[in-house]
Each structure stands twice: as structure tokens, then as C-alpha cells.
């Protein structure tokens, strides 16, 4: 039996409804084999464990274009009976209007990407530059945000 990994899953079928009990599709023995592979597999993996339930749906082996196959149920019965429920998707610019993260220097937010204030003030708190090695070290850090200066070469020289 798989350990339980702390993430609880059920699917809800609406009250009344028929389990389908489905017949497995005639395979060959070689297909049978190469089902049997996969599902070991799986199981040793432990990306699925052996189940009594009562619902029981078809698989079928799909072949890929390398010439493999690819294992799939056929799970149409099972969502005939499912209760649908209605997730709704955030739309982007809803997300995009919550969103503010400082990131490497600047503050992404719904207003578009700008300057990260503590980064200014240490640019304006800078001490005035001694020497040829200093002026580099200040021209470096203010460089990094050229972009939204207007003129920022102009306004460096004076």
C-alpha cells in the first residue's frame, strides 16, 4: 500500500448513478504483456497502487510515433457520471492587478515594471566620488537603471 502524501482526492458521481463496470477490450498477447510492463511500472513507481473498487473502465494501448505505445484509459463512462464542477480560471490582468513582487532591483506591479525605492535612496546617498575608480563604481550602480531616465548619458556628464 502507497503512503498517504498528504493530498486527499475523490471524484463525486451524481447520487444514483449506475458504476460503470465496463468489459476490457480484446488484446493480443503481446499487448497484454506491454500493458502488464506499464502497469508494473507504474505500481514500482508508486504512481498508482492496486484498487478493489467497483468501477471498472477499458484500456487500450495507443501506438506512438517512435513505435512505442502509450497506455490509455478510457475514462468516458466515468465522467458521464461525474458531478462537473465549475472552477473558474483568473483571468490574467485580474492576476496581473494583485501582483506586486520587488524582483533583482525593480518592483513589477499592475502599473508596469518601475524602480525599486531603496535603490534610489542608495543612489542619492551615494558619497561624491575621489577619485577616477569611485566615479566607475557610481556610473555602474547608476547605470543599472538608465532605462528610465531620460537623457541618462547627457545627464552624467554634467
Known amino acids: 500500500m502507497l503512503p498517504i502524501r498528504g493530498i486527499e482526492h475523490q471524484i463525486d458521481f451524481v447520487p444514483g448513478a449506475a458504476i460503470p463496470n465496463r468489459p476490457a477490450y480484446r488484446n493480443n498477447s503481446e499487448e497484454t504483456k506491454e500493458l502488464q510492463s506499464q502497469v508494473d511500472e507504474l505500481l514500482a513507481k508508486g504512481h498508482v497502487r492496486e484498487s478493489m473498487s467497483s468501477c471498472v473502465v477499458p484500456v487500450l494501448l495507443v501506438p506512438k510515433k517512435d ?5 490509455c484509459v478510457d475514462c468516458r463512462a466515468v465522467n458521464k457520471i461525474m458531478i462537473k464542477y465549475r472552477h473558474l480560471i483568473p483571468r490574467l490582468d485580474d492576476m496581473l492587478d494583485e501582483l506586486h513582487v520587488v524582483f533583482l532591483g525593480f518592483v513589477v506591479s499592475s502599473k508596469g515594471i ?23 563604481s557610481f556610473h555602474g550602480l547608476a547605470s543599472f537603471y538608465r532605462r ?3 537623457d541618462f548619458s547627457t545627464l552624467l556628464l554634467h
Open 67 to 71: 513505435g512505442t505505445c502509450r497506455m
Open 114 to 136: 518601475q524602480v525599486d525605492e531603496e535603490k534610489v535612496k542608495a543612489i542619492k546617498d551615494w558619497p561624491t566620488p575621489k577619485s577616477v575608480t569611485e566615479v566607475r
Open 148 to 150: 528610465f531616465v531620460r
